[in-house]
Nanobody
Framework: QVQLVESGGGLVQAGGSLRLSCAASGRYFSSYVMGWFRQAPGKEREFVAAISWSGGSTFYADSVKGRFTISRDNAKNTLYLQMNSLKPEDTAVYYC??????????????????WGQGTQVTVSA
């Protein structure tokens, strides 16, 4: 397993930008498929974006395509989520996760074995 710590959340106006980071401890970060999820008050946790171990493939929820960009720096054991053109409906706690595989048929990050503690993102209208 790997320990994950998110940072970079905060309060931003609609149309603004934030960059989230997820720092990973452990030796095998570069072998994991990494993802971002979010959970708004009263709602279930939902998938936001995922990235292959090499960073060569990325996957996004329809609601964030064209606005969010996931990336990773394996040398720094860090995952990122650049969020642009933020909307009030993006308000949620954002979590990073480490998994084993991306199921392209179902659009699911499989074998999640580690979660971060979450970072709050609030977008005001």
């Amino acid at each position: 397993q790997v320990q994950l710590v998110e940072s970079g959340g905060g309060l931003v106006q609609a149309g603004g930008s934030l960059r989230l980071s997820c720092a990973a401890s452990g030796r095998y970060f570069s072998s994991y498929v990494m993802g971002w999820f979010r959970q708004a008050p009263g709602k279930e946790r939902e998938f936001v974006a995922a990235i292959s171990w090499s960073g060569g493939s990325t996957f996004y929820a329809d609601s964030v395509k064209g606005r969010f960009t996931i990336s990773r720096d394996n040398a720094k054991n860090t995952l990122y989520l650049q969020m642009n053109s933020l909307k009030p409906e993006d308000t949620a706690v954002y979590y990073c996760a480490a998994g084993n595989n991306w199921d392209s048929d179902y659009g699911v990050l499989e074998g999640i074995h580690s979660w971060g503690q979450g970072t709050q993102v609030t977008v005001s209208a």
